[in-house]
């Protein structure tokens, strides 16, 4: 939809792709278009490399803000 690249999100859940590269991919998408405060919660983090996603997410100013066995939330600045 073209209207998606122009909207800004505040709350994110990603429960879909399990390999780390396409988490990482869609967290990048939805980072780039966070407005300030936003949270992502990513789930089942038992499945994948969750360490290096949180990692590149710090580059978009998120940092983990909580996480438990099988979820992240993550917050921006």
Not at 16 to 39: C, L, Q
Request: with cysteine; net charge negative.
């Amino acid at each position: 939809h073209p209207d998606w690249n122009e909207k800004t999100y505040s709350f994110v859940y990603l429960d879909g792709p399990h390999m780390t590269k396409d988490v990482i991919t869609e967290a990048v998408w939805f980072a780039n278009r966070s407005a300030p405060h936003t949270r992502i919660v990513i789930d089942d983090i038992d499945k994948m490399e969750i360490s290096v996603i949180a990692h590149v997410l710090t580059f978009f100013d998120f940092k983990t803000i909580e996480m438990g066995d099988t979820k992240i939330c993550l917050e921006k600045k």
